[in-house]
């Protein structure tokens, strides 16, 4: 299939999503998205699941369990 076909038809999906106002089917189009992308699908956080983490962070920052910005580069160049 040529590229100007693929591109029409994405467009014309993206036309009918914007029309839908049902959530159900919203929700189902983007498992399906996520699903055929193998994104993972993501959970909301509660306010103390935040509020935890936050906290988790202080006390690394106090213990000064942390690492610079550089050395997180460093790091994520072998993933």
Not at 8 to 36: A, H, Y
Not at 39 to 52: F, G, R, S
Request: no cysteine; proline share 1%.
């Amino acid at each position: 299939m040529s590229q100007i076909n693929i591109q029409n038809r994405k467009l014309s999906i993206i036309k009918q999503v914007i029309t839908l106002n049902d959530d159900e089917i919203l929700k189902q189009v983007e498992d399906l998205i996520n699903t055929s992308l193998h994104l993972p699908d993501l959970k909301k956080l509660t306010k103390q699941e935040l509020v935890t983490r936050a906290e988790l962070s202080d006390t690394d920052i106090k213990n000064n369990d942390v690492y610079s910005q550089e050395d997180a580069e460093k790091s994520s160049q072998s993933w």
